[in-house]
């Protein structure tokens, strides 16, 4: 019988003690480290793209959502520091199921889901992500790809997995 | 009865009505609110805050939400049963609070132009409360009753097996806790020597009734929770989780009204409470100031002893588990009871050696 009056206590003891609401959308929660968020495509430090257009993405993915399409580089338009890079990139974000396979795929690290999870679209189109949304934008100071190298620096077709070259 | 008498009854009775139904309706909104934030701190979250600054419109936003609902009525149901059980429920949580008094009786005198044509009295002695009729107990024992036949008639008119038990269930419920509601309602009239509110409040000046009759007290509290079907005795209400419940084939305005009848009743079972047991209006400083001044103050300690046992009855919902049916029969009727009778044989016994 007491316990009934003790647990009477306990609540109005809650009652005085700080919410723990959070007021979405004023106030947001951080992400944490390896939250599965949407995809961006990353780029090395200077400025190349780090998709070499395998689709190794696309042939992991379970859902079937990313569709790749390859071209050629030259050394007078470089994408990419390997032998191919994706003209066409697009992810169906209705048929993406946030898994991450395709980030633990890819074999140069572009691919990556980040921590973004405001995803709310208002028509089938719309929900197809291509690659200019996805890409993220070169760094500070150096060129937007397409880029014009010198010949002979970019021998290899899959690029060494480091970030900058 | 002269005409002259009848027709200042008359107006000061409407008068009176009309203000009751509106507060009781906007306090009916404003619980639906208090309830859902009181709870919800006491859950260390906080409550509705969107439709307005502290979700003060949020009553307003359910409320257009239920008018615009569609209103269905089953196929093979009782038509006329169907739509008349929810008003029968609403109509004696409304009429209840008649006869309880909210304030000492204050003096109105109205302007000398306004009587002057008609040569009637300019001063008034005007009661505080609907009707103060002598055998007030009595009519909120009866009006309380057949707020059950409402309950019994939406689960039977549902055409639904499990209305059906459901709303046997809750009538069953409200019937085994009437016994002991009116059973502990003897006590103070006991004490007072006769069954109007207003001479019960006013017999409590000395010492208000729950320090005389505690048991008699705690035993009308915990049924009058029953009686309104709220928590931890809240079988009907939570039913919907369970099997069904006497108004799952209700929709939009009905089960509006429903709800209303709810929080109406638990309202005006505070405001009996507090007239029964905690002195009604009395407080300091009744006596020692003007007559209107005594009225509004007298309603202001009435509030705010209603408010504290509505804040109860929300604290209870948001601390204790429900009962399971066959425990709350048992302590219906083995427990609270015997406890009922007890308190009336001993104030009984103090009565006549006090006398």
Not at chain 1, 115 to 125: A, M, N
Not at chain 2, 303 to 322: D, E, N
Request: aromatic fraction near 12%; hydrophobic fraction near 50%; include cysteine.
């Amino acid at each position: 019988m007491f316990e009934l009056v003790k647990g009477m206590g306990t609540t109005l003891k809650y009652m005085f003690e700080e919410p723990v609401t959070i007021q979405y959308p004023e106030q947001k929660r951080e992400v944490r480290e390896r939250y599965k968020g949407r995809h961006e495509l990353k780029r090395y430090d200077n400025g190349l793209e780090k998709c070499i257009g395998c689709s190794l993405c696309a042939a992991a993915c379970p859902a079937d959502a990313i569709f790749v399409e390859a071209a050629e580089n030259t050394d007078d338009q470089r994408y990419s520091p390997g032998e191919r890079y994706a003209r066409v990139y697009e992810i169906n974000y209705l048929r993406c199921i946030f898994c991450g396979y395709c980030e633990d795929a890819c074999p140069t690290e572009a691919i990556v889901l980040e921590g973004h999870y405001e995803l709310s679209y208002t028509s089938r189109r719309e929900a197809i992500f291509t690659k200019d949304q996805l890409i993220v934008p070169s760094p500070e100071g150096k060129p937007d790809t397409p880029q014009k190298v010198v010949p002979g620096v970019f021998t290899r077709s899959v690029p060494e997995m480091k970030d900058s070259l | 009865m002269e005409l002259k008498t009848l027709i200042e009854v008359g107006i000061a009775a409407l008068i009176k009505s009309g203000l009751l139904i509106g507060v009781l309706l906007t306090s009916f909104a404003y619980m639906t609110l208090a309830e859902r934030k009181v709870v919800a701190w006491m859950q260390v979250r906080i409550g509705p805050n969107r439709a307005g600054p502290f979700g003060f419109f949020q009553p307003v936003a359910d409320g257009i939400k239920l008018f615009l609902k569609e209103e269905l009525i089953p196929a093979e149901a009782d038509r006329v049963l169907f739509i008349l059980a929810p008003i029968i429920t609403v109509i004696p949580a409304l009429v209840i609070l008649a006869v309880v008094p909210f304030g000492p009786a204050i003096d109105i005198c109205l302007p000398a132009t306004l009587t002057v044509p008609f040569e009637w009295g300019a001063c008034y002695k005007v009661p505080l409360a609907v009707s103060d009729v002598n055998v007030g107990i009595l009519f909120i024992t009866s009006v309380a009753s057949v707020a059950v036949y409402g309950i019994v008639l939406a689960g039977w008119s549902s055409n639904n097996k499990y209305a059906l038990l459901g709303g046997m269930r809750s009538s069953a419920q409200m019937v085994s806790y009437e016994i002991s509601m009116g059973l502990a309602m003897v006590g103070p009239v006991l004490v007072a020597g006769s069954m109007s509110l207003q001479a019960i409040t006013l017999s409590q000046e000395k010492l208000w009734n729950v320090v005389t009759q505690p048991i008699g007290a705690m035993v009308f509290l915990l049924a009058v929770l029953a009686e309104v079907n709220r928590a931890p005795f809240d079988m009907p209400e939570a039913e919907q989780e369970l099997t069904a419940g006497y108004h799952t084939e209700y929709s939009g305005m009905k089960f509006a009204l429903f709800f209303m009848a709810e929080y109406i009743k638990m309202v005006a079972v505070s405001a009996i409470a507090t007239a029964l047991f905690f002195g009604g209006y009395l407080g300091p400083f009744l006596n020692d100031v003007p007559s209107w001044l005594a009225g509004i103050l007298g309603v202001i300690y009435f509030s705010a002893k209603t408010i504290f046992f509505l804040f109860c009855m929300l604290w209870i919902r948001a601390t204790l588990p429900r009962l399971r049916y066959d425990q709350l029969m048992r302590f219906g009727w083995k427990v609270m009871l015997p406890l009922a009778l007890a308190s009336i044989v001993i104030t009984a016994v103090f009565m006549a050696i006090a006398g």
